[in-house]
């Protein structure tokens, strides 16, 4: 990119001020009018449309066009067709009609379905989203698009997102119209996900099956240094990795991305990307095109892109910290407190919805953060634990108990912050300190959610929010509406939010055990792993309030929940399978030979009357963890043989969890011991050290 980046911005993406330029103003109109206030869009305006999309793709290289959509896989996908048109005499013209820009038809029996699609009905649908811009990359026109069935049913990730923001805006304008607001049309969820990944050497990355297949390793003897000296967190960035850097800003910045901050995070070998603000719909594009265009830069210098959760045992993994807020389309952030939360009441009032949403639908929300992945990652000093909980800081738990109990409002001593150096300047001090170990973090005008793992899509966690917190705001409204004293009604929300609810707040440490036993107390759920956290899904209150809102019907909601639990068996049989060929074909003759070589060398040095002790022991311990890993290696086997004749997915995923996992588990300990003890030269694979320090 040279010359000004900001002149170069947005260049592949058909934007707002393409569209101004390209069409006439009736049509323009039409479309941002659809846009802003998501109003259905005119089917004359289509045709008008395609032309000038067709035109300005084609300027910019364009030879074909796809309808861009997010299946049930947490990747995208897309069938690309050229713009080409035969004519009788043989010519071809380019031609791109409404109808081809609106509705597509790919095969929905070949994406996953939960039983909403059989293998002989293929029919599917995608369609159009006006509310999220077109781009070209690499030739092709990409069409962001939702993806449904031959019989309505959401078969993606993006559809129930759209549909809870407009439940979200309906609600929370009921709040906004009640406090005097009748200026405000839309409300709108709007996000940033924080993107954590690890690079490694792609040649190094090429002779590690378990990476190639499953994205983390699966075996691997912890390096002598990891993370313990902190000395890689906003570091140094290594000019290898910062050029990989520049091409990727460079390349998201093409396609509208707005990739603002970079940096190193806490272990070797992992960095971060995040965005700034934007719509959920559009920042959950933007998220899907940033974890493409890492892989893509990645490879292209020699790098290899790891977004499992994670990746080396041992070593911080990777999550995607979701900042979710709320504001109106002209401006205002409903989230941010104010100079004085006490008086600002329109917020507390949205606070304690958030707060009422978080505590009663807990199990919903960690379900949207469940992954076989995120098992690895959640709960161990490097990512929140699975107890959902809220963090406010003093400040704010402060004032909503002083209102509850009816006190009057603290004197604000926050200041300024002295930082005791005489040319440094007196810096205001926020109401709060961050905290990183909460899985639900108010931090000055948005919340963090910090649990999603680091290769999930944001859409179900971004649904299931605008969902439960509008469900919250639905009930508040209500209360408000048939109020016969406005002010008294409001102070007894935040009363009865703090009796009913301040059980979710929590401003200490996450990570302790004290934590998890007070959670207890407190009856909070603790769903540690992903087959507890997906029934979520299942249950008849969860179920009951998507489908009132019309976020996802019953069938689609139970479907989702055999997906899920589909994808976690089929995740660890295809890990299990591949530590089993990696033991056979690897790990085991490795053993065997360099077992021979020391037992070769033992015999030399008692023909030679030299007899060594080490060499004996070496030998004795080879030999031991040799059958150790035969064994682990046959009861792995047998374990899965066993699992392939279960024939409830349910008990099939329970089997996985706690009889797969645990043979997995004993097979990685053995021979990651043999690791230790054989010469690099033998040992088949590359070491974490080779993995983490030599990129």
Not at 430 to 450: I, L, V, Y
Request: glycine residues 6%; proline residues 4%.
């Amino acid at each position: 990119m040279s010359g000004n980046f900001a002149d170069s911005f947005g260049c592949m993406v058909f934007n707002d001020s393409v569209m101004s330029e390209r069409l006439p103003k009736e049509t323009y109109d039409s479309l941002r009018q659809s846009m802003n206030e998501g109003l259905p869009l005119d089917p004359a305006v289509a045709d008008v449309v395609a032309r000038a999309m067709k035109d300005w793709a084609v300027s910019l290289g364009a030879t074909h066009y796809t309808h861009w959509f997010q299946p049930m896989t947490n990747i995208t996908a897309g069938k690309h067709d050229s713009f080409l048109t035969t004519k009788k005499d043989g010519r071809v013209i380019l031609e791109f009609s409404g109808k081809e820009l609106v509705k597509g038809e790919p095969d929905a029996s070949s994406f996953p379905s939960g039983g909403l699609r059989n293998t002989f009905e293929a029919r599917g649908y995608t369609a159009w989203d006006c509310t999220s811009p077109a781009f070209v990359r690499d030739g092709t026109l990409y069409i962001p698009t939702a993806f449904c069935s031959y019989t309505g049913e959401a078969l993606d990730k993006k559809t129930p997102l759209l549909r809870s923001m407009e439940v979200i805006s309906t609600q929370a304008l009921r709040i906004l119209r009640l406090f005097g607001n009748h200026t405000s049309k839309r409300v709108i969820a709007t996000v940033g996900a924080e993107q954590e990944y690890f690079l490694i050497d792609r040649e190094k990355y090429e002779k590690r099956l378990d990476l190639k297949i499953c994205g983390r390793t699966l075996f691997g003897a912890r390096p002598p240094k990891g993370q313990e000296m902190d000395d890689h967190y906003c570091g140094r960035i290594r000019l290898r990795v910062a050029k990989f850097m520049r091409e990727l800003d460079e390349e998201l910045w093409k396609l509208g991305v707005t990739s603002k901050t970079k940096h190193n995070e806490a272990a070797p070998a992992q960095h971060e990307l995040a965005p700034i603000f934007a719509s959920a719909n559009t920042a959950c594009d933007a998220n899907q095109l940033t974890m493409e265009m890492m892989r893509i830069v990645a490879k292209k210098n020699g790098l290899a892109c790891l977004l499992h959760e994670k990746p080396f045992e041992g070593v911080n993994g990777s999550g995607k910290h979701n900042n979710w807020s709320l504001s109106t389309d002209d401006g205002l952030n409903l989230l941010d407190p104010g100079q004085t939360p006490y008086e600002n009441i329109q917020f507390l009032i949205f606070l304690c919805a958030i707060i009422t949403a978080v505590d009663q639908y807990a199990d919903l929300l960690r379900f949207s953060a469940a992954s076989p992945g995120n098992d690895h990652r959640l709960g161990s000093n490097e990512a929140p634990p699975a107890i959902i909980s809220i963090f406010l800081g003093d400040q704010l738990t402060d004032v909503l108990n002083r209102i509850a109990h009816g006190d009057a409002p603290a004197e604000n001593t926050s200041g300024l912050l002295e930082t005791g150096v005489a040319t440094l300047p007196r810096l205001p001090k926020d109401d709060s300190d961050r905290n990183r170990t909460s899985p639900f973090a108010f931090t000055g005008n948005k919340f963090e959610f910090r649990m999603i793992g680091s290769s999930a899509s944001i859409a179900p966690a971004n649904y299931i929010l605008n969902t439960i917190v509008a469900e919250s705001l639905s009930d508040f409204a209500a209360r408000l509406e048939q109020a016969g004293d406005f002010d008294r009604e409001i102070h007894a929300i935040v009363s009865d939010t703090m009796k009913l609810h301040g059980r979710v707040i929590f401003n200490g440490n996450n990570y302790t055990q004290e934590w998890v036993e007070e959670a207890a107390r407190r009856g909070l759920p603790n769903l540690s792993n992903t087959v507890d956290a997906i029934s979520a899904i299942a249950a008849e209150k969860n179920v009951a309030l998507l489908e009132k809102y019309g976020v996802l019907s019953r069938s689609e909601a139970l479907s989702r929940y055999e997906i899920m639990l589909e994808n976690y068996t089929k995740v660890l049989n295809i890990e299990a399978n591949c530590m089993v060929e990696m033991t056979k074909r690897q790990i085991l003759p490795a053993c065997i030979e360099f077992s021979g070589r020391v037992a070769a060398s033992g015999n030399a040095l008692d023909t030679a009357g030299a007899p060594s002790r080490a060499v004996r022991r070496l030998t004795a311990r080879l030999s031991s963890l040799t059958d150790e890993i035969d064994d682990a290696l046959s009861a792995l086997e047998t374990a899965l043989d066993r699992a392939h004749h279960i024939e409830s997915l349910e008990q099939d995923a329970v089997y996985y969890r706690d009889e797969v996992c645990t043979a997995m588990a004993k097979l990685r300990t053995a021979a990651d011991e043999a690791e230790t003890l054989t010469s690099s030269e033998i040992w088949p694979m590359p070491n974490y050290t080779d993995l983490l320090h030599r990129v």
